[in-house]
């Protein structure tokens, strides 16, 4: 009789990704949730099931700021999705037009801003926004536009969408690079085809291009979902715990930061930390899960 | 730095093995005032040694931020130095109640100092005292005095006076009339809210009787204080939305503001940076004559690890600290944090002689939100920040501010319900 061979291989070489992900991620993931469970009475740790979650959803101490930084979150996601993603297909879209003198020069510069750390970002940006040395007033003030200039950083109504473009400054390298990538890849004779037919330009673009690179477009949205949920970087570099001015900036992370290991006065509570860390997760699932089952699946895809 | 750890580190252990030999006790001090080591090193442990040839002393500091972490971890596995540096409030409560902190209510030294001094090693209830009061800092306005000068303003006693002072300096223009923002939060309460605020809530009066539930944040006494910082916005500069706690010190250090909301541990980097003469002015009384109260906030104290060997020596190190010798060294050497003793000191710097001198004149408190009151959810110091920045900024009324503090307040804290 014939046994089937144990592919051990498959196990060894597997081992280590699965080992290591599962010690730094999975892990930790699941410990996070877990511990969401608990509180603190006395310096025990007592278990009360989801007693945690109805605190932050019910309580309107706790529902108020969770839902205030839900809303803004969306805000933040929102304002990505409309000037992120559209600018970096319109740079990916010049920047792949083969007459264009000095493309790399572009695509360098435009890239940079990624790869610098949020301190320097956030750090650059309310020195440049600030009323008092920064060149933003100057600047407005050459073009006689003075009166546009306001204290954004500092105002309720501006701080949230001036930092969320703040992030898209810095990030709009991104999708141009995916993007361009993608423009790369269609074949010529496609494009000539389309010619031979009298489609060329911006029509080319439209109706030939577009098609074939939203897919790429679907995962650029999904990273930014993902990435814009986690977000907290940049405010808490820009605004602090706080996301002052009166959590009008306040995003999921800050506030999870918030809870999670206090501030000033307030000592940290990790449980109910891990209860929002626990929300933010089921959201982004949520999220990514609608992408992948109801959005990726219906995606129309051509055999290039 | 590495390298002077890394003797320290070899200097103690040294120490350690020699004190077996002679039967000498050896201290070490926990402390997260790293800036302070040579200040330690170089006045005052040898101040103390050459007093007490028997005991041997060692400052230890670690990084600020992770002071309490160390220290809780060092506590735990019992290899922490003798003396503890003390937080204020709940921080040090915590280690006391946790059975680290030695209750010193009968260390004789003790009475050197006032109930208000106390209050932040204290138990709630006052009845046992576990730090030494070592230092405190000062509210009040540190102002430009070649600009005052210049104008022809007199130094400002009421809040008629503060205002038209303001009111002149705005009207030259040559000057922001005062530096502050709004954009970090916590300078509106800190240097806002709680520094003008005691002569509204007659300091210590208020503050016990709010902590007791016999006033509530929306008596007038408290909310008062709102609508005055209501009319700052006004002579702030423009943008002080967006404006930063260095941009207003810069502001101010470089002589473009008049008049700068403090604390007293301003004094040592404003001393380098301007170079112009400075004044101070204690926070303005409604009516001339009216006492006046400032805020004058314990900071740091010094604690006896319960776990130490030496308790006795330890304890004769306290009875030093609380002693006037050990607080002119240490006043003078930092000016701004002013020690705390009964004893009045005699300090060289002129701002900080100033400053100092107005615990003759008035009654001492500490900030209102810092004893007990910023134990639950929400958390009363920091809905304080927002409520300033939203009093300046006019977004609410003073009246909703305190109702919304109070609610606040009255959900967790059992006295307020």
């Avoid at chain 1, 992030?167 to 990538?181: D, K, T």
Wanted: charged share 15%; with cysteine.
């Amino acid at each position: 009789m014939q046994t089937r061979r144990i592919r051990w291989h498959i196990a060894v070489f597997l081992a280590p990704a699965v080992l290591v992900y599962t010690a730094v991620m999975i892990f930790p993931l699941f410990n996070t949730l877990r511990l969401a469970l608990f509180t603190e009475v006395d310096q025990t740790r007592i278990y009360v099931g989801l007693q945690n979650f109805r605190t932050l959803f019910f309580d309107p101490i706790w529902s108020e700021q969770f839902w205030n930084a839900l809303g803004n979150n969306f805000w933040f996601f929102l304002i990505h999705m409309l000037v992120q993603n559209p600018i970096g297909i319109a740079l990916a879209a010049l920047l792949s037009h083969p007459r264009l003198r000095f493309a790399a020069l572009y695509r360098s510069a435009i890239f940079i801003p990624t790869i610098l750390s949020f301190v320097i970002v956030g750090f650059a940006w309310k020195l440049i926004l600030s009323p008092l040395w920064g060149i933003a007033p100057s600047m407005l003030d050459a073009v006689g536009l003075k009166s546009l200039f306001a204290p954004w950083l500092g105002k309720e109504e501006y701080a949230l969408t001036t930092l969320a473009l703040v992030s898209v400054w810095q990030f709009v390298g991104i999708p141009m690079m995916l993007i361009y990538a993608a423009l790369l890849s269609i074949p010529e004779e496609i494009l000539e085809a389309g010619e031979i037919d009298g489609i060329t330009g911006a029509s080319a673009f439209w109706k030939i291009k577009l098609p074939l690179i939203i897919p790429s477009i679907g995962i650029i949205s999904i990273l930014t979902f993902v990435g814009n949920f986690n977000a907290f970087d940049l405010i808490y570099v820009s605004q602090g715990a706080l996301a002052g001015p009166d959590f009008s900036t306040d995003i999921l992370g800050t506030f999870m930061y918030r809870t999670f290991f206090g501030f000033q006065l307030q000592l940290g509570d990790p449980h109910m930390g891990s209860a929002i860390a626990g929300a933010m997760f089921a959201i982004i699932l949520v999220g990514v899960c609608i992408y992948l089952f109801g959005i990726q699946t219906r995606m129309r895809r051509y055999q290039l | 730095m590495k390298r002077k750890i890394l003797s320290m580190a070899l200097m103690s252990t040294a120490l350690v093995a020699s004190s077996a030999y002679a039967q000498d006790a050896t201290l070490t001090i926990e402390s997260w005032r790293n800036d302070d080591l040579s200040l330690w090193q170089d006045k005052i442990i040898p101040a103390f040694e050459a007093e007490h040839p028997g005991i041997k002393v060692v400052f230890s500091p670690s990084a600020p931020a992770e002071y309490n972490a160390v220290l809780n971890s060092k506590l735990e596995a019992g290899s922490a130095g003798d003396l503890i540096t003390c937080r204020p409030f709940d921080a040090s409560l915590a280690l006391y109640e946790g059975g680290h902190l030695t209750d010193l209510s009968d260390l004789d030294a003790m009475g050197n100092f006032s109930d208000v001094a106390k209050s932040a090693w204290q138990t709630d209830d006052g009845s046992a005292s576990f730090c030494v009061p070592m230092a405190s800092v000062i509210h009040g306005f540190i102002y430009n005095k070649d600009a005052f000068n210049e104008l022809g303003i007199e130094v400002p006693t009421t809040e008629a006076e503060f205002f038209a002072a303001l009111d002149k300096i705005k009207e030259d223009g040559t000057y922001i009339p005062m530096a502050m923002g709004t954009n970090d939060q916590w300078e509106a309460a800190t240097m806002g809210y709680n520094n003008i605020g005691p002569n509204y809530w007659k300091g210590e009066e208020g503050r016990q009787a709010l902590i007791k539930g016999e006033q509530k944040l929306t008596d007038p006494q408290w909310v008062a204080p709102y609508a005055t910082l209501a009319k700052w916005a006004d002579y702030l500069g423009d943008g002080y939305e967006a404006q930063t706690y260095p941009d207003s010190q810069n502001l101010f250090t470089l002589g473009r503001a008049a008049i700068y909301p403090a604390g007293s541990w301003e004094i040592a980097g404003f001393n380098t940076q301007a170079d112009f003469e400075m004044g101070a002015f204690k926070p303005p009384v409604q009516n001339a004559g009216d006492t006046c109260y400032i805020s004058d906030h314990t900071d740091i104290g010094i604690g006896l690890n319960a776990a130490s060997e030496n308790q006795e020596a330890a304890r004769t190190f306290l009875a030093w600290v609380a002693s006037p010798e050990f607080a002119s060294i240490f006043g003078n050497a930092v000016p701004g944090f002013f020690p705390l003793s009964n004893t009045p000191v005699e300090l060289e710097d002129p701002l900080a002689k100033e400053i100092v001198g107005w615990r003759d004149e008035c009654e001492s408190t500490i900030r209102s939100t810092y004893q007990i009151l910023s134990r639950g959810t929400p958390n009363l110091e920091n809905e304080t920040w927002g409520a300033s920045v939203a009093a300046i900024k006019g977004a609410e009324t003073p009246e909703a501010l305190g109702q919304q503090l109070q609610d606040g307040l009255a959900s967790w804290y059992a006295p307020h319900q």
